[in-house]
């Protein structure tokens, strides 16, 4: 868009109307002798301390801390071990195709009393022959206070597939993967037994 040019009237407006005016935030003066400046002789210039650093940032706001773990999740952790069972009925079991025989939520219960109960579900699954269960931990609330000590998010769903790798339950599981949505996604796990011999 081009502009036009104004007309000697509307020129003369211009100028009444800029000379009524103020500034609203009035700038200082330009003196350029306010930015001359001596420049310091060469020699080696002193390291800056901590302190230092600290005392020239005086007004920068502090940014609350965020925790960074360099672990992968315990649901990758899971899904990177290896396949040790039928390709074919791993790839079922992953689109949710395969259903669960039994079914153990530990909603709600302590590490102390989801242990034993983990162990009973899964002896016991395994010796009534058995082989795909669900294992529901949820997926956990977060609890963490900012505290010096973190809190893990979903203590359970982190402590279940570390339980399923140590004896006894170790030599009843073939593998553990996490659910598929339609069996509770991130908060479930498939466990599959071996067969009972």
Known sequence: MTRRKLHPEEEELWRRVASKTERLHPQPKFDPEDFVTQTPAPGPRPKPTFDAVRTLTPSMPSRPTTSVSLTPSITDQVRAQPIQMDRKAFDQLK?????????LDLHGMTLDRAHPALTRFVLGAQSQGKRLVLVVTGKGKNRD????????????????PQWLSMQPLASAVLQVTPAHLRHGGGGAYYVYLRRNR
């Not at 689109?95 to 079914?103: D, N, Q, S, T, Y």
């Not at 206070?145 to 279940?160: A, E, N, W």
């Open 95 to 103: 689109r949710g195709k395969l259903r669960p025989e039994g079914k």
């Open 145 to 160: 206070d900012g505290g010096p000590i973190p809190v893990r998010h979903g203590v359970l769903r982190h402590q279940v």
